[in-house]
């Protein structure tokens, strides 16, 4: 490509700046306690939820069904 091209890695520069913009507004975790994840849907939480783990690798135990 030549010496005057520049590749940017675009989630490597977005987690930069999202970074960097929760430190300016103080909504950062300093204190690295763990999050707690809570899932609200407005549909099947179950459905949700088996995709959710399959997608996340991970087990997914709040999930809130919403009515609207």
Wanted: glycine share 6%; hydrophobic share 40%; aromatic share 10%.
């Amino acid at each position: 490509m030549g010496s005057e091209i520049c590749l940017v890695d675009s989630a490597e520069a977005m987690a930069e700046i999202a970074a960097q913009l929760l430190n300016e507004t103080n909504l950062g975790n300093a204190e690295r306690t763990p999050p707690e994840y809570r899932f609200f849907v407005t549909d099947v939480p179950y459905h949700f939820q088996t995709i959710g783990e399959s997608f996340l690798g991970r087990t997914l135990s709040h999930v809130e069904i919403v009515k609207w």
